[in-house]
């Protein structure tokens, strides 16, 4: 294990200091680069004057999809979507500030599971593409992020906007992210015996704000929703043989249809003469799980903000608003499925894998992590409405570019715009170029555990 951590630094480059006070706006620019689609943050920044630390004005925030890895065999073809995106950047920052202007692109689940050459392939045509723009790439600007970075930056967003992270008293929260190939857990442990039954690396210790945090955090690879419906169905890892057939329970009976992901073609279908129904559908799913997660006894008594897919599919099905999220028992995410895989017919109108999807979560909380039906989850798309209570103890604004490579809209204009950078961020310092947005991590190991 390396014990001295450096990654931080690909997020926060040093040059996006302003040279001066008096060029006083300045812009980054941040490609989250998922397994489902890319996306770019163009951050506006403003410093007010010089002993003060710089605020977000703004963000501007544009998406395409499929994602890079669906272009794993035309990788030319993939940066070009990135250069859709970048020429963006083009128009919104001024050309006087293009060469400041950091680029930096983080991929994360789609990349990890592509083979090295391809994965690298498509990185460096996006690098090219980055290199022949007007924009500052710094050294590492394009890369795939580490798993466990994911879900930490995941877990520092959500405890920051909700207020967790200053002040005494912090009870902070787990965070459950559902990618599209990957799915990341990561909390606080409470409890001494956590620490002992898990596996050493799901332990991350980092110093912030002069405490020291030791987060239990995993992303599973292949776990992702997208990845999930592949495995259900006997197609993830395999050789796909052209007109081979993959069917499943899950599936509406007489659906036959094709689906593109990673850049592979897969035909898929219901059991047309065997059983439909959410029974035999959870059997099938519970393979993908059962068995293949660390199970830490705590989570089942602790509540966790739920995120991406959890949001997608329970507002789809209307077991949240649209806007606000909700809040959850696991044991909603069941009935629901079970409503749904035994009326397919009434849901054919929703995507053919809603059984599939709602079965899988169902599965992948109870079976995978060991969480009970009546743990809580609050869902949520953005977090704004808890961090507005806490707004004057918030006093951190490095949180920004960490969210935006966490790839959640935590921090659009709404959220991001109601913290600015001041008095205790005295690590987020201007003068002193190539300090803004670094803070000392440095301490950030792999926990070892005390034997
Ligand atoms: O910027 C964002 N704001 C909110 N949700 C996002 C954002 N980016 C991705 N998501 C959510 O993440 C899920 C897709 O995962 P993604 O494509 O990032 O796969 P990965 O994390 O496995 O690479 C979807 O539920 C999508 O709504
Ligand atoms: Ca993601």
Known sequence: ???????????????????????????????????????????TFVQKSPENLPEVEGEIFESVKP?????????EKGAETV??????????????????????????AGLRLLSEEKAQALLSEVKEVFEESPFLVPEDSVGIMDGSHEGILAWITVNFLTGQLSGQNQQTVGILDLGGASTQITFLPRFEETLKETPEDFLTSFEMFNSTYKLYTHSYLGFGLKAARLATLGALNMEVVDGQMFRSSCLPKQLEAEWHFGGVKYQYGGNKEGETGFKPCYLEVLKVVKGKLHQPDEIRRSSFYAFSYYYDRAADI??????????????????KAKEVCDNMERYNSAS??????????????????????????????????????HRDKLDFGCYLLP??????????????????????????????PGTLFSWDWSQSRTWTKDT
């Open 318 to 335: 209307n077991l949240i608003d649209f806007e606000r999220g909700g809040v959850l028992e696991v044991r909603n995410f069941e009935r």
């Open 352 to 389: 053919p894998f809603l059984c599939m999807d709602l079965t899988y979560i169902t599965a992948l909380l109870k079976e995978g992590f060991g969480f009970r039906d009546n743990t809580i989850l609050k869902v949520r798309k953005t977090i704004d409405k808890e961090s507005k209570q």
């Open 1 to 43: 294990h390396s014990n001295r951590e450096m990654w931080f630094q690909d997020f926060f480059p040093p040059n996006m200091c302003p040279i001066n006070a008096k060029a006083n706006t300045f812009y980054g620019i941040m490609f989250d680069a998922g397994s489902t689609g890319t996306r770019i943050h163009i951050y």
């Open 403 to 432: 969210a935006a490579v966490s790839g959640h809209d935590l921090l659009t204009c709404d959220t991001a715009m109601d913290f600015s950078i001041s008095e205790n961020a005295e690590k987020v310092n201007c003068n002193s």
């Open 83 to 108: 250069k859709a995106l970048l020429d963006m950047a083009i128009d919104a920052v001024p050309p006087h500030l293009w060469k400041k202007t950091p680029v930096v692109l983080k991929a994360t």
């Open 67 to 75: 994602g890079l890895s669906a272009y794993a065999d035309q990788p």
